[in-house]
């Protein structure tokens, strides 16, 4: 399941983000450490075979609803967690910009709930503990299923967390995780199926491929788990650290960093440059100024805190007329705008086009 | 998802991005950069806020006449997606009921307004993203995320991954379209049909990765991709960029919307 823009506060988006970029940086680090250039073009590659794969719609057996392949692990097993990490980015980077999956202040959330828990917990703490003594395919199926399920349980509770941190969507915390965990726990299974076949094929048609890709990754894995593990440790504690700063230092929630980058009108003593230099402009060109510019929510706040009771029914009806009316007024200015640039276009691209027919007439 | 319209969508937003307009030629790096600074403006509006963000429709609303964009192409991209945001948000109705306007003498309880400021929301970062790659060129893009910073592998996987899938694609559109001519009914829609599909293309994958790198080894790659752009960080990106920050601020700090009603209130009193 995709986190979306909408859901998400600046402060929760950019934390996730940083925690991305983060790994972003260790992994690319990584891949110049321990792999030759040949990996490169390889993983360019696979990750396009990820991203049609995914577009192959099949039947889940006695629903009849559709699914399709994430990947994530499959590419942990084939190209170790760095390069698997880095190529799994790419591919959610580019269905971002093209199919505007989630959107771009959620991909950093996306790229770590579906690229981090398969790649550097599933992966390593349970797929490869499980097959390093000898590769069955029952063996391979029942790790696949087993560092699946364990990556997707995750990745959904991470989305959870992120939305209510967010505090834009009403779902209490215990329905939310109701909703969430067992959708995945049947999308972990499918995908468990899919990613255990994959690599059985791979295994019987093709086994040299396994054992050359897993040369190239020159791993020595006792010390390359340690870690790993104390690295997810250190951006845990850093982005929960991060996220409960913001959540706890002002009880407005999480918006108050971004209220605090851009200052508000109440706040003079915060105004400095541009908001200073705005603000005076403003007063100058006021030209209704007996009305305040205070935002309607500071409003709002003003009568909740004058007493639960008596806030819901004193709202004005003057007030929600008025941003109904601006509203409208504003739409129909920005739909005006619009098409006045599309028709200046239009008698430019013309003109242009007539003059240069011209040039053209006169020198021939 | 439909693999055939999937992929035709891919070549439209590829083609519109090299189009040459007044969008299309700022710096990338001006656009990745405006484009990320509306959607934190955007998303940092409270839960119940609706009047401030209808200001912000001006921003999609010039870029699609200033980039010449075929306006229903991109909105039906972005009605169509990911419905997770409307999924969870129709469910705030629900659980939260106390009644925060009246729209006329019609009670309109909390949960609808922030239900309906996530689908503003919504389409607003949406739209930026889709905008975004319509007027700007993957390659444009990768190259300002370069100048920004983000590590050189991720850049090269990027545009390796760029160039390969419409190679494969066409490759996967060709088997599925081998399979479905033999499958008749509801058979050949299975699982084990599917991961046998999938395998055939992992292997057919790596044997042309690997005739790719040795392709690419005789012509001396080292290891990073170069290239050329057009047009470099110039007077009208310094326009662009504070024309944009200035109108955000105001959008952000000041309330346009009510400002407008009460105007426009006194003017019919």
Same mark, same amino acid.
């Given at each position: 399941?995709?986190?979306?823009?909408?859901?998400?506060?600046?402060?929760?988006?950019?934390?996730?983000?940083?925690?991305?970029?983060?790994?972003?940086?260790?992994?690319?680090?990584?891949?110049?450490?321990?792999?030759?250039?040949?990996?490169?073009?390889?993983?360019?590659?696979?990750?396009?075979?990820?991203?049609?794969?995914?577009?192959?719609?099949?039947?889940?057996?006695?629903?009849?609803?559709?699914?399709?392949?994430?990947?994530?692990?499959?590419?942990?097993?084939?190209?170790?967690?760095?390069?698997?990490?880095?190529?799994?980015?790419?591919?959610?980077?580019?269905?971002?910009?093209?199919?505007?999956?989630?959107?771009?202040?959620?991909?950093?959330?996306?790229?770590?709930?579906?690229?981090?828990?398969?790649?550097?917990?599933?992966?390593?703490?349970?797929?490869?503990?499980?097959?390093?003594?000898?590769?069955?395919?029952?063996?391979?199926?029942?790790?696949?299923?087993?560092?699946?399920?364990?990556?997707?349980?995750?990745?959904?509770?991470?989305?959870?967390?992120?939305?209510?941190?967010?505090?834009?969507?009403?779902?209490?915390?215990?329905?939310?995780?109701?909703?969430?965990?067992?959708?995945?726990?049947?999308?972990?299974?499918?995908?468990?199926?899919?990613?255990?076949g994959v690599i059985n094929f791979v295994k019987t048609s093709r086994p040299e491929l396994?054992?050359?890709?897993?040369?190239?990754?020159?791993?020595?894995?006792?010390?390359?788990?340690?870690?790993?593990?104390?690295?997810?440790?250190?951006?845990?504690?850093?982005?929960?650290?991060?996220?409960?700063?913001?959540?706890?230092?002002?009880?407005?929630?999480?918006?108050?960093?971004?209220?605090?980058?851009?200052?508000?009108?109440?706040?003079?003593?915060?105004?400095?440059?541009?908001?200073?230099?705005?603000?005076?402009?403003?007063?100058?060109?006021?030209?209704?100024?007996?009305?305040?510019?205070?935002?309607?929510?500071?409003?709002?706040?003003?009568?909740?805190?004058?007493?639960?009771?008596?806030?819901?029914?004193?709202?004005?009806?003057?007030?929600?007329?008025?941003?109904?009316?601006?509203?409208?007024?504003?739409?129909?200015?920005?739909?005006?705008?619009?098409?006045?640039?599309?028709?200046?276009?239009?008698?430019?691209?013309?003109?242009?086009?007539?003059?240069?027919?011209?040039?053209?007439?006169?020198?021939? | 998802?439909?693999?055939?319209?999937?992929?035709?969508?891919?070549?439209?937003?590829?083609?519109?991005s090299y189009k040459n307009t007044l969008v299309h030629r700022l710096d990338p790096r001006?656009?990745?950069?405006?484009?990320?600074?509306?959607?934190?403006?955007?998303?940092?509006?409270?839960?119940?806020?609706?009047?401030?963000?209808?200001?912000?429709?001006?921003?999609?609303?010039?870029?699609?006449?200033?980039?010449?964009?075929?306006?229903?192409?991109?909105?039906?991209?972005?009605?169509?997606?990911?419905?997770?945001?409307?999924?969870?948000?129709?469910?705030?109705?629900?659980?939260?009921?106390?009644?925060?306007?009246?729209?006329?003498?019609?009670?309109?309880?909390?949960?609808?307004?922030?239900?309906?400021s996530i689908l503003l929301k919504y389409f607003l970062t949406m739209c930026s993203a889709?905008?975004?790659?319509?007027?700007?060129?993957?390659?444009?893009?990768?190259?300002? =995320? %370069?100048?920004? /910073?983000?590590?050189?592998?991720? #850049? @090269?996987?990027?545009?390796? *991954?760029?160039?390969?899938? +419409? $190679?494969?694609?066409?490759?996967?559109?060709?088997?599925?379209?081998?399979?479905? =001519? %033999?499958?008749? /009914?509801?058979?050949?829609?299975? #699982? @084990?049909?599917?991961?046998? *599909?999938?395998?055939?293309? +992992? $292997?057919?994958?790596?044997?042309?990765?690997?005739?790719?790198?040795?392709?690419? =080894?005789?012509?001396?790659?080292?290891?990073?991709?170069?290239?050329?752009?057009?047009?470099?960080?110039?007077?009208?990106? +310094? $326009?662009?960029?504070?024309?944009?920050?200035?109108?955000?601020?105001?959008?952000?700090?000041?309330?346009?919307?009510?400002?407008?009603?009460?105007?426009?209130?006194?003017?019919?009193?």
């Amino acid at each position: 399941m995709h986190m979306s823009d909408a859901l998400l506060s600046p402060a929760v988006g950019a934390t996730v983000w940083a925690g991305t970029l983060g790994t972003i940086a260790y992994c690319s680090k990584k891949i110049k450490e321990n792999l030759d250039e040949k990996m490169i073009p390889m993983m360019g590659v696979i990750g396009a075979f990820i991203f049609a794969a995914q577009m192959v719609n099949f039947t889940i057996p006695g629903t009849g609803s559709s699914g399709h392949l994430g990947g994530g692990m499959i590419l942990a097993i084939l190209l170790g967690p760095h390069a698997a990490f880095i190529v799994m980015a790419s591919v959610l980077t580019i269905q971002a910009l093209f199919f505007a999956d989630g959107g771009l202040l959620a991909l950093g959330c996306n790229i770590w709930n579906l690229g981090f828990y398969p790649c550097f917990i599933g992966y390593p703490l349970i797929y490869k503990p499980i097959v390093q003594k000898g590769m069955s395919s029952k063996k391979i199926l029942m790790a696949s299923l087993f560092a699946v399920f364990v990556g997707l349980q995750l990745g959904a509770f991470s989305v959870v967390l992120e939305t209510l941190l967010s505090g834009r969507s009403e779902l209490p915390f215990g329905t939310f995780v109701l909703l969430m965990q067992p959708i995945h726990l049947a999308i972990g299974v499918v995908e468990g199926f899919i990613t255990a076949g994959v690599i059985n094929f791979v295994k019987t048609s093709r086994p040299e491929l396994l054992e050359s890709i897993a040369e190239i990754r020159s791993l020595s894995p006792e010390t390359k788990m340690k870690k790993i593990v104390i690295a997810f440790l250190v951006i845990a504690i850093i982005t929960g650290g991060a996220v409960s700063w913001f959540a706890s230092s002002h009880p407005d929630g999480l918006e108050w960093s971004i209220e605090r980058v851009y200052g508000k009108p109440e706040l003079p003593e915060h105004e400095t440059g541009i908001a200073m230099l705005l603000k005076t402009f403003q007063e100058k060109t006021a030209f209704l100024p007996d009305y305040t510019f205070k935002r309607k929510e500071d409003i709002k706040e003003q009568k909740t805190s004058d007493g639960e009771a008596n806030a819901w029914p004193n709202i004005e009806t003057g007030t929600s007329v008025s941003g109904i009316l601006g509203s409208v007024m504003m739409l129909s200015l920005i739909v005006l705008i619009g098409f006045g640039i599309k028709i200046i276009r239009k008698k430019e691209a013309h003109s242009s086009k007539e003059t240069s027919g011209l040039k053209g007439q006169g020198r021939s | 998802m439909n693999f055939d319209k999937e992929y035709f969508n891919l070549g439209v937003l590829d083609t519109l991005s090299y189009k040459n307009t007044l969008v299309h030629r700022l710096d990338p790096r001006t656009k990745v950069i405006t484009t990320f600074a509306f959607i934190v403006t955007v998303v940092s509006f409270p839960k119940y806020e609706i009047a401030g963000l209808i200001p912000f429709l001006l921003f999609p609303v010039v870029i699609f006449a200033l980039g010449d964009i075929p306006v229903w192409f991109i909105l039906k991209k972005v009605l169509v997606v990911s419905v997770f945001a409307v999924f969870i948000g129709i469910l705030n109705p629900l659980f939260d009921t106390h009644i925060k306007y009246h729209f006329f003498t019609l009670p309109v309880s909390g949960g609808w307004v922030s239900f309906f400021s996530i689908l503003l929301k919504y389409f607003l970062t949406m739209c930026s993203a889709l905008l975004l790659i319509s007027t700007t060129s993957f390659p444009g893009i990768c190259h300002a =995320l %370069r100048k920004l /910073g983000v590590p050189e592998i991720f #850049i @090269s996987q990027l545009l390796f *991954l760029y160039r390969y899938i +419409f $190679v494969l694609m066409e490759e996967t559109l060709r088997m599925v379209r081998a399979k479905d =001519l %033999r499958s008749f /009914g509801k058979k050949g829609q299975g #699982i @084990s049909i599917f991961i046998n *599909l999938v395998g055939t293309l +992992f $292997v057919k994958t790596i044997e042309r990765a690997e005739r790719i790198y040795h392709a690419m =080894l005789s012509r001396g790659f080292t290891g990073t991709i170069h290239f050329v752009l057009r047009e470099g960080f110039g007077k009208k990106d +310094f $326009v662009f960029i504070s024309a944009t920050g200035i109108t955000l601020y105001m959008f952000r700090a000041y309330d346009i919307v009510g400002l407008i009603g009460r105007l426009a209130e006194r003017m019919f009193n």
